[in-house]
């Protein structure tokens, strides 16, 4: 069972419009989205006809933004003169080291290295 406790985030993200909406969009983006990847989402597919068995938000399993672990979001605020208000989005790219640190945190663990996701017992 993996259980994260504490998450630091850093994000680039050109001028900062809003801090409250881009605390929630990194919140949502690396937790929801990126750890939760690596250690709950999975897509189960119908090996007799090749459908998803759980393509909706009922039988996808997913947790509720309260179950996420403590975030503190850090902020590289750098104007980017070539975008509109000089600033980039977040959201998307904020999800992408989520599943690789979760995994890498489980092989410094247990000394397993797991390749791909959702990790479970039976991966180890």
């Known amino acids: 069972m993996v259980k994260l406790l504490n998450v630091l985030n850093s994000a680039g993200c050109g001028t900062v419009i809003s801090p409250n909406y881009l605390n929630g969009q990194l919140h949502g983006a690396l937790g929801a989205a990126g750890l939760d990847t690596a250690i709950f989402e999975g897509g189960m597919l119908d090996q007799t006809n090749g459908r998803m068995v759980n393509c909706n938000m009922i039988d996808y399993k997913w ?62």
């Open 63 to 124: 947790r509720p933004f309260n179950d996420l672990p403590h975030f503190d979001n850090m902020f590289m605020e750098t104007p980017i003169p070539s975008h509109r208000f000089h600033a980039v989005g977040v959201g998307e790219i904020s999800t992408s080291p989520g599943p690789g640190a979760v995994l890498m945190a489980v092989y410094n663990a247990i000394g397993v290295r797991i390749m791909d996701y959702p990790f479970t017992r039976t991966k180890c």
